[in-house]
């Protein structure tokens, strides 16, 4: 990553966060990729709970991965069979399909296994709000170079948002006005 770039890389309490020269501030996962294109890492810098740096594999889920993924934050642990019998329903999808994905994403880190009595018992490795805020940030990001204003301009000029949406919308915008202030306030 060149100077002009990046300004400083701030260690904080709980994550690694880079200030870019415009002030926009990335998030710890693109952060990371921007490393990544400009050397050769293998996942990104960040800070476990206990204040030690890792280097963290970062996990994309294919469609059909998500939906595995999904039924296991519902519920864990679950055996291949159970994952099967609800899967079956929505997709088709046989036993042997749910074991490939199941290997596939346990390779990548996405789930973990203990042997139950009878069958493993699948298990989550990867927290939910972590994967969808990974891959929207990678959406938005991607089509729209990481400008938000610029997705939701997109979606009013398609009138793409329902009335409900916009008045979600607007009490999203006054609580992180509410936290920015709070946390102005603090500084």
């Not at 966060?17 to 400009?38: D, H, I, K």
């Not at 805020?133 to 329902?162: C, D, I, P, Y």
Request: aromatic letters at 8%; proline letters at 2%.
């Amino acid at each position: 990553m060149t100077a002009s770039k990046m300004n400083t890389i701030n260690r904080l309490t709980d994550a690694y966060q880079v200030v870019y020269s415009n002030g926009r501030q990335m998030s710890t996962y693109f952060a990371c990729r921007e490393l990544q294109r400009s050397g050769p890492w293998t996942g990104c810098l960040r800070m476990e709970r206990e204040g030690t740096e890792s280097m963290e594999k970062i996990v994309k889920l294919s469609e059909a991965e998500w939906k595995v993924m999904s039924l296991l934050w519902e519920a864990s642990p679950q055996t291949m069979m159970q994952l099967t019998k609800q899967l079956k329903e929505t997709t088709g999808w046989t036993k042997h399909t749910v074991m490939t994905f199941l290997k596939r994403m346990e390779e990548k880190g996405a789930v973990r296994y203990e042997e139950g009595g009878r069958a493993k018992l699948y298990y989550p490795k990867i927290a939910r709000k972590e994967a969808v805020l990974q891959e929207t940030e990678e959406f938005l990001e991607k089509v729209f170079e990481g400008r938000m204003g610029l997705m939701l301009n997109t979606m009013v000029e398609q009138q793409a948002l329902s009335r409900e949406e916009i008045s979600e919308l607007y009490e999203i915008l006054r609580q992180a006005e509410e936290k920015s202030r709070e946390g102005g306030e603090n500084r």
